[in-house]
């Protein structure tokens, strides 16, 4: 069984984000780049899949600009088979990414396709659900714990409000990660000098005859609010005193 597993390069979670100074974007030269946390999560589940024997290939892919085959290295690192990238330096958004995956997902046949739950960058939440629409394949996001079924199944545990919701799905299917599912990795150094003989091929949105137009415009990108200082109280009636009558919180 194939496991197709779509990793984003995104800022470091740890780096401080600047807004540009024209409001069309954040700060992204000299920026620390990574792959974004919940596709690493992503990636480590589907290793672990072939590690327990239920997979035996991981492939992952990742879509932009040639900085992606720098992220498709780590994953290789981490234990991917092979890569794919796709190159393209037109800005993508969810749909665009949804109908590039679709097109791999039909070279590939994979059985599962592995998202990330969202990327840190944009928060969109949208393109694991986007790509399971148009495969009409079924989908579980949100994936806190996955395990095989006999019947070319899988069960999906997903945190919901106030509980946990268990699924089952028929294969092929599109999961996507959430926080808890696992613990990923670290390439280590021996692997990473592997990783560098494995194979990243490369494709175009034209070869998987996919049109990218942007289907919506950022017109502003500010800073958030600034908050102001703290004020030290000095007791707790102070501090109930001040929510009610200056903040109106309570
Ligand atoms: P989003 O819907 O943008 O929050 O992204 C959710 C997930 O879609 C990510 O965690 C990735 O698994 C996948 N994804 C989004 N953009 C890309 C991309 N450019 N290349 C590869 N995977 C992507």
């Known amino acids: 069984m194939k496991v197709l597993v779509a990793v984003k390069r995104v800022i470091d979670y740890a780096v401080k984000i600047r807004v540009k100074a024209d409001k069309t974007g954040v700060e992204m030269n000299n920026v620390k780049m990574s792959m974004n946390p919940f596709c690493e999560i992503a990636l480590e589940e589907a290793l672990r899949f072939r590690e327990a024997g239920k997979a035996s290939e991981v492939v992952v892919v990742s879509m932009g600009g040639p900085q992606c085959v720098e992220t498709l290295r780590t994953g290789l690192a981490m234990g991917a088979d092979r890569a794919i990238h796709v190159s393209t330096e037109i800005p993508l958004y969810p749909l665009a990414v949804a109908k590039l995956l679709r097109a791999v997902a039909a070279n590939e046949q994979p059985q599962i396709l592995l998202l990330g739950k969202q990327a840190i960058d944009d928060d969109a939440n949208q393109t694991g659900q986007m790509v399971a629409g148009l495969l009409k394949w079924p989908q579980a996001t949100f994936a806190s714990k996955v395990y095989f079924g006999d019947k070319n199944d899988v069960t999906v545990e997903r945190e919901v409000d106030g509980g946990l919701e268990t699924l089952r799905l028929q294969l092929p299917a599109v999961i996507t990660t959430d926080l808890r ?30 049109e990218i137009k942007p289907d919506f415009k950022i017109l502003e990108v500010v800073d958030p609010p600034k ?17 009610k009558n200056e903040a109106h919180v309570i």
């Open 181 to 210: 599912l696992n613990e990923p990795r670290y390439a280590t150094l021996p692997n990473i000098m592997k990783a560098k003989k494995k194979t990243i091929s490369k494709l175009t949105p034209e070869e998987l005859k996919v």
């Open 227 to 243: 908050r102001k200082g703290g004020v030290m109280v000095g007791s707790v009636d102070e501090l109930v005193d001040k929510l």
